[in-house]
């Protein structure tokens, strides 16, 4: 099946400071997905970016689809960005779902 | 709006008891339904999925099942329990429009 390698697998920071976040994925997807998992574990959805670039306030994503790629740009972090960044692959399977593959993840600490 | 709800929020079973968790979606008609497990390293695991009521597939081998009485109800179930079914579980809806996962709170399941 799919791979779906992130990097770096941990990450700590000083509030203020930007960061980058990669997603390396080894086949060709119909779809990509960024999530942040609070403390709490819910997963809170980022961006839908199969391709190109978006903007959210301080978070920005990009995807070159051609080179198997996805990266989340956090800047000007805060304490309240802490958690745990996952990147997902979408397969379309037969029929009308699609499933998805996830990474580890990246463990990003923010300290005050 | 779309709102997923998954109860309860956390669960403690002896090994070789039953197990029952349930998802509900509101909002949307004919979701797809999804259940992801992730175990202490982080990462996410697909389990089943489904496209309509009585319609499931499974992912991985192993000892849960699944079940989707109702178009907006999704059920995880065993028998009996193992100490390796610990984890944090998490349903998941999205439609074939979409494109989009959007996940729910999650339970944590703890097998002594």
């Known amino acids: 099946g799919i791979q779906v390698e992130q990097s770096p697998p941990d990450l700590i920071l000083q509030e203020g400071a930007n960061s980058t976040l990669r997603c390396n994925f080894s086949d060709s997807v119909n779809n990509l997905q960024w999530f942040h998992q609070n403390p709490w574990g819910q997963l809170i959805n980022l961006f839908y970016?199969?391709?190109g670039t978006k903007q959210n306030g301080r978070l920005s994503a990009t995807t070159v689809a051609t080179e198997r790629y996805s990266l989340l740009y956090i800047s000007s972090s805060q304490t309240t960005d802490s958690g745990v960044y996952f990147c997902?692959?979408?397969?379309?399977?037969?029929?009308?779902?699609?499933?998805?593959?996830f990474g580890k993840g990246t463990l990003l600490t923010v300290n005050p | 709006s779309q709102t997923i709800h998954q109860w309860p929020a956390t669960l403690v079973q002896p090994v070789g008891s039953p197990l029952s968790l349930e998802c509900t979606v509101e909002?949307?008609?004919?979701?797809?339904l999804y259940w992801y497990r992730q175990a202490a390293g982080r990462g996410l695991q697909l389990l089943f999925y489904?496209?309509?009521?009585?319609?499931i597939s499974s992912e991985v081998p192993q000892n849960l099942s699944a079940s989707r009485p109702q178009d907006r109800q999704f059920i995880l179930s065993s028998k009996k329990l193992l100490l390796s079914d610990s984890g944090f579980y998490l349903c998941?809806?999205?439609?074939?429009?979409?494109?989009?996962?959007?996940f729910g709170p999650g339970t944590r399941l703890t097998v002594l």
């Open positions: 997902a692959v979408g397969l379309r399977g037969g029929g009308s779902n699609y499933k998805l593959t």
């Open positions: 909002g949307t008609s004919n979701p797809n």
């Open positions: 998941a809806w999205g439609t074939a429009s979409t494109d989009t996962q959007y």
């Open positions: 489904s496209v309509g009521i009585g319609q």
């Open positions: 970016i199969p391709s």
